[in-house]
């Protein structure tokens, strides 16, 4: 009888707390202040040397066969990244400095080749939305710029290549879009407490805010041992939780379930918002042939411009809804072309509609259903075409369901149609796509 009245007792407060978290609005959340920087060096090497020597005698014949092999690789990887959230501030900077360096000579009786290449890159992107008032007015500046350099040999036949891409992209909008997943977090913690028989008392929505922001900055320190930092992090939710005396006993089950659902819980990721904003971007593309003389560079001068309607909402811990809505139009000028018959101009223009329904029911299982439709047009002689233009639609579906230990479904279906017409008929095209995957995890033993 005392088992079940337990039993019942632990229900029955399960389903409260259930209840009660499930009335959490995450688009409640909000991020707290915080600044992450992060900087990483790898430098690699490899290689390897063969020398082999095989003696051959026949009838009245002897022949020596002797092989070489030398290669060596070297790679250097510097990147650094920079992210900041704050009431006036979003803000998020990408960097990275790449080379490689490869080495190959093969000498045998019949054939030798010498080959080496070698490839650099430097990118950076800053991305900046600054907002101006309580109502999330803001301006938008995202400067980038990409660049390369590859040199390649092989038969005593080289090709050297320099690329530059600059450019900035300067606009504003209305609102903002935030990150949620670490409210959702917190609450399947709590949920996982109640459902394992070790809480205490139900923290109060307040309290569940609190210790989602406690997340949200725990997930952004800076560390060098991950094993040491999970360590503190884990030492930090307890002491929140025993602080607020939301625990009946710090057992086995407890840390455990604290251990699964902090390194499992959060993967998932949700946004809350709406923006609505406007860019315009100008883009400068250098490339630069090093091993001819004439007609060595190709410079394209071009102005994108982007109006979009950004929604992101979560409907519920389980559910969420994204969809963008936007007009594209991107006018290339050509000032200088390595090969002959390319149009000194180019126009085009997109309507796009982008949408996605997720289910997350869980840690492990999810459904994701995506839909997108554009209508396109483009032209080499004026902006807008109306007899060059095409129609994509793009439908695609994703899951996986962790149906129990021994038995899992997962799966990934895309379908897109593609319908284009040009000024001749002969040109006009229509194109189906499917492409689908299914796996199964079944554990015999």
């Known amino acids: 009888m005392k088992h079940f009245i337990s039993l019942a007792t632990l229900l029955i407060s399960t389903q409260i707390t259930f209840a009660q978290t499930e009335k959490i609005n995450l688009s409640d959340y909000k991020l707290p202040e915080m600044k992450r920087h992060q900087l990483d060096l790898s430098v690699n090497s490899q290689g390897s040397k063969l020398s082999s020597q095989y003696y051959y005698e026949y009838e009245n014949q002897t022949d020596t066969f002797i092989r070489k092999e030398n290669t060596f690789r070297g790679t250097g990887n510097l ?81 050297e290549y320099l690329n530059a891409s600059p450019a900035i992209r300067i606009g504003g909008g209305k609102g903002r879009i935030e990150q949620v997943q670490d409210l959702r977090h917190a609450i399947l913690l709590v949920e996982e407490f109640q459902k394992r028989g070790v809480s205490k008392r139900i923290l109060t929505e307040q309290e569940i805010l609190e210790f989602a922001s406690l997340i949200s900055q725990l997930k952004n320190q800076r560390f060098f041992d991950a094993r040491k930092q999970k360590e503190k992090e884990l030492v930090a939710l307890d002491s929140f939780l025993v602080e607020k005396g939301a625990l009946e006993d710090n057992d086995i089950l407890y840390f455990t379930g604290l251990e699964d659902i902090w390194s499992y819980g959060g993967l998932q990721i949700r946004e809350s918002g709406k923006q609505l904003i406007f860019t315009i971007t100008p883009d400068y593309d250098y490339l630069k042939d090093l091993h001819k003389t004439e007609n060595n560079i190709t410079e394209d001068w071009s102005l994108f411009y982007n109006l979009a309607f950004i929604s992101k909402k979560p409907l519920s811990i389980k559910w969420q809804t994204d969809y963008d809505l936007g007009i594209r139009h991107m006018s290339t000028y050509r000032l200088r072309q390595m090969y002959e018959g390319i149009p000194e101009q180019s126009y085009f223009s997109e309507i796009y509609l982008n949408s996605q329904i997720g289910y997350y029911p869980n840690t492990r299982t999810n459904f994701i259903v995506n839909g997108k439709f554009d209508l396109a047009n483009y032209s080499d002689e004026k902006i807008f075409d109306k007899e060059n233009f095409g129609i994509e639609f793009i439908f695609s579906t994703s899951g996986y369901y962790y149906i129990s230990e021994k038995l899992r479904l997962g799966y990934s279906i895309q379908f897109d149609a593609l319908k284009g017409v040009f000024n001749s008929k002969t040109q006009d095209n229509y194109q189906k796509h499917l492409n689908y995957n299914f796996n199964l995890n079944y554990a015999i033993f």
């Open 79 to 159: 990147s650094y990244s920079f992210y900041q959230n704050s009431e006036k501030i979003q803000s998020d900077i990408n960097s990275l400095i790449y080379g490689n360096y490869n080495k190959s000579d093969y000498n045998n009786p019949n054939y030798g080749i010498d080959q080496t290449d070698f490839n650099s890159f430097l990118y950076f992107n800053y991305d900046l939305k600054y907002f101006l008032t309580p109502d999330n007015w803001f301006i938008n500046v995202a400067p980038k710029i990409e660049t390369s350099y590859n040199n390649y040999n092989q038969y005593n036949s080289e090709s």
